[in-house]
Structures are given as C-alpha cells and as structure tokens.
Nanobody, 119 residues
Framework: QVQLVESGGRLVQTGGSLRLSCVASGGTVSDYSIGWFRQAPGKEREFVATITWTGGLTHYADSVKGRSTISKDQAKNTVYLQMNSLKPSDTAIYYC????????????WGQGTQVTVSS
C-alpha cells in the first residue's frame, strides 16, 4: 500500500505563504493521483487540489484556485501544495491522499499537517 506523510504546516499571518509537502512511499506512485484535502474546525473535509503523477494534470477547488499550485518532484516521490495569499478560512488540517487511477475514492491518507492563518 501507499504511505503518505505530510509536512510544512505552520502558523502564518493573513497574506502569507507556505508550502506543504506530501512524501509517498510503499507503492507504485505512478499508478495514482495525489490529492490535497483539508478539514477546518467544525467543518467537513473538503477537496483542495489534485495531480496525476504521470501526466501532471491538475485540478483545484474554487476556494484556492489562482493562489495555490500543486506540483510534484518525481525524484523525491513528493507532491507539494504551494499556498499564497493565505486567509483565515484556510486554517485547517491538511491531508494528502492517493487514489488509484480510474478509481472514484482515495484509499490512502496521510495523518495531516496543521495550517493556521491568523487574522
């Protein structure tokens, strides 16, 4: 199975930037799409962005589109989420997840990294 570890979350003030990392191991990463999700206090988990490992096709939630970039470093088996112009509403635990190509669900999840945006 694929194992995922997120890192990079921290406290940042409104308007700041940060880059989250998701390191994948234990599986054939090229067979998966890697997505970022987040869960804010008192809210349901929501989709943020996704990228296909081989093709690099990306998709973003409207809430982050235009100020976030998902990318990958294949040599490091790592997917990044660069977030700029951060808002307090971006405060959440951010998770990366892997979905088998052609599957509807994300089967593998990391443990999350906390992003806190102060106002």
């Amino acid at each position: 199975q694929v194992q995922l570890v997120e890192s990079g979350g921290r406290l940042v003030q409104t308007g700041g930037s940060l880059r989250l990392s998701c390191v994948a191991s234990g599986g054939t990463v090229s067979d998966y799409s890697i997505g970022w999700f987040r869960q804010a206090p008192g809210k349901e988990r929501e989709f943020v962005a996704t990228i296909t490992w081989t093709g690099g096709l990306t998709h973003y939630a409207d809430s982050v589109k235009g100020r976030s970039t998902i990318s990958k470093d294949q040599a490091k088996n790592t997917v990044y989420l660069q977030m700029n112009s951060l808002k307090p509403s971006d405060t959440a635990i951010y998770y990366c997840a892997a979905a088998k190509l052609g599957a509807n669900n994300y089967d593998y999840w990391g443990q999350g990294t906390q992003v806190t945006v102060s106002s």
